[in-house]
Nanobody, 124 residues
Framework: QVRLVESGGDSVQSVGSLRLSCVSSGYFYGDFCVGWFRHAPGKEREGVASMYKSVLTTYADDSVRGRFTISKDNAKNTLYLQMNRLKPEDTAMYYC?????????????????WGQGTQVTVSS
């Protein structure tokens, strides 16, 4: 069983930066896909970025590509999401998720393990 705990969410002003962290009780190395999702009020949960074996990364679209970077530290069992040039539309609860295997897109139903979420609020 993999337990995920996110942290790093905060209230920031537009164009600010945050780094979210997700610590795993299990392990992120090996045959695991890990990812970040977000859920804003009134919207469906959406994938932000995912990573397989530290080499294969997927970003949602141009709205986050170039501003957000997913990375992980296997020695610390920690997944990160560096978010730069934040916008008010990035406001959401952010979740990390994991699944075993190489299928590693941004479909939330593919992921088996979820954290409790960390809130990011961006004001203009």
């Amino acid at each position: 069983q993999v337990r995920l705990v996110e942290s790093g969410g905060d209230s920031v002003q537009s164009v600010g930066s945050l780094r979210l962290s997700c610590v795993s009780s299990g392990y992120f190395y090996g045959d695991f896909c890990v990812g970040w999702f977000r859920h804003a009020p009134g919207k469906e949960r959406e994938g932000v970025a995912s990573m397989y074996k530290s080499v294969l990364t997927t970003y949602a679209d141009d709205s986050v590509r170039g501003r957000f970077t997913i990375s992980k530290d296997n020695a610390k069992n920690t997944l990160y999401l560096q978010m730069n040039r934040l916008k008010p539309e990035d406001t959401a609860m952010y979740y990390c998720a994991a699944r075993s295997g190489s299928r590693c897109g941004l479909l939330s139903t593919d992921f088996d393990y979820w954290g409790q979420g960390t809130q990011v609020t961006v004001s203009s």
